[in-house]
């Protein structure tokens, strides 16, 4: 009895470019033909398909072949997941040529124009009261955010700097510890308590 092997009608393959510095993963069917697959792959590195030429590594990243035939079709190659295939631009771009944003033209608009509009996500949120645009949330927001800095201020005041203390967290041993802040801070809302702990074991080493 003759047993024979069928390749799956799909194989994922790694595409990397003479233009770009990263490496894309990939999956793509067999029965595309080079001059097809040629298309699919400036979509990912940005080289016209005319300019390209294919070559193909395997999973050790040996060189197989070139895959130089038009209308060839890519399972005709010995291509396998976990293979790599190599795009070599002719158009004469440059590395990294369409990895660099900030040459890319950009739109803007002012706030009062975009306020103007009315197919903007700022109008819909306006026109239906939502977030930031429904006044009576945001007052009870804040009428929360003031209670809890309230209590938050109550609590630290009892809290004085250059007490010793215990500081205990979920999943961490007990570490003692010389208080050096109480108050408001600029990173986030709310009262906080800085401890210079007595080994080098906080997130700033205990500095």
């Given at each position: 009895?003759?047993?024979?092997?069928?390749?799956?009608?799909?194989?994922?393959?790694?595409?990397?470019?003479?233009?770009?510095?990263?490496?894309?993963?990939?999956?793509?069917?067999?029965?595309?033909?080079?001059?097809?697959?040629?298309?699919?792959?400036?979509?990912?590195v940005g080289s016209p398909a005319s300019c390209m030429e294919?070559?193909?590594?395997?999973?050790?990243?040996?060189?197989?072949?070139?895959?130089?035939?038009?209308?060839?079709?890519?399972g005709s190659y010995p291509v396998d997941d976990g293979c790599?295939?190599?795009?070599?631009?002719?158009?004469?771009?440059?590395?990294?040529?369409?990895?660099?944003?900030?040459?890319?033209?950009?739109?803007?608009?002012?706030?009062?124009?975009?306020?103007?509009?009315?197919?903007?996500?700022?109008?819909?949120?306006?026109?239906?009261?939502?977030?930031?645009?429904?006044?009576?949330?945001?007052?009870?927001?804040?009428?929360?955010?003031?209670?809890?800095?309230?209590?938050?201020?109550?609590?630290?005041?009892?809290?004085?700097?250059?007490?010793?203390?215990?500081?205990?967290?979920?999943?961490?041993?007990?570490?003692?510890?010389?208080?050096?802040?109480?108050?408001?801070?600029?990173?986030?809302?709310?009262?906080w308590i800085g401890v210079r702990f007595d080994e080098p074991?906080?997130?700033?080493?205990?500095?």
């Amino acid at each position: 009895m003759e047993v024979t092997g069928l390749s799956a009608p799909t194989v994922t393959v790694f595409i990397s470019s003479s233009l770009n510095s990263f490496r894309s993963e990939k999956r793509y069917s067999r029965s595309l033909t080079i001059a097809e697959f040629k298309c699919k792959l400036e979509l990912v590195v940005g080289s016209p398909a005319s300019c390209m030429e294919l070559e193909l590594y395997g999973a050790d990243e040996k060189f197989c072949s070139k895959l130089d035939q038009e209308d060839a079709l890519l399972g005709s190659y010995p291509v396998d997941d976990g293979c790599r295939i190599h795009v070599i631009d002719h158009s004469g771009a440059s590395l990294g040529e369409y990895e660099d944003v900030s040459k890319v033209e950009k739109y803007s608009i002012s706030q009062e124009a975009y306020d103007q509009r009315q197919d903007s996500v700022r109008s819909f949120l306006k026109r239906s009261k939502l977030g930031r645009y429904n006044e009576e949330e945001r007052a009870q927001q804040e009428a929360e955010t003031n209670q809890r800095l309230t209590e938050e201020k109550a609590q630290a005041s009892a809290i004085l700097v250059g007490s010793r203390c215990e500081v205990r967290a979920p999943g961490q041993p007990p570490r003692r510890g010389t208080v050096m802040y109480v108050g408001l801070t600029d990173f986030k809302p709310g009262y906080w308590i800085g401890v210079r702990f007595d080994e080098p074991l906080g997130k700033n080493d205990g500095r």
